[in-house]
């Protein structure tokens, strides 16, 4: 209900904000369910959090742009995540999934646990 009553004169972006601010709010009232805080934190951009440490030197990835290898050196910083650069380096299925039409739809894993996010 709010947000379909607060997004109707917002951009797409800001909608996509208005939503994970709103789940983290869901996610800290329930109480047998994780924060996901960090994960969050990363989704919502805040990389202040690691500005104060130096990147990674993973190499790079067949299909990468700097940017893009930017983005997996503070994702391998999460819990979940923390051996995510080699696992994309050594996955065969992570090239040809980057250049997919529809990449949603066949996600390789690339997380560590067996939870789900």
Do not use: C
Not at 27 to 56: C, N, V, W
């Amino acid at each position: 209900m709010v947000y379909r009553r607060v997004s109707l004169g917002m951009l797409h972006q800001d909608k996509v904000l208005l939503a994970l601010l709103l789940m983290r709010i869901l996610l800290k009232g329930t109480t047998d369910e994780p924060s996901y805080q960090l994960e969050i934190d990363h989704l919502l951009g805040r990389s202040e959090m690691f500005a104060f440490q130096k990147g990674s030197d993973s190499g790079s990835v067949h299909g990468l742009t700097a940017q893009q290898m930017s983005a997996l050196s503070q994702l391998s910083r999460l819990p979940n995540f923390n051996d995510v650069a080699k696992k994309v380096a050594s996955s065969e299925q992570f090239g040809a999934w980057v250049l997919l039409d529809n990449p949603e739809l066949d996600v390789p894993v690339i997380w560590a646990g067996d939870n789900k996010l």
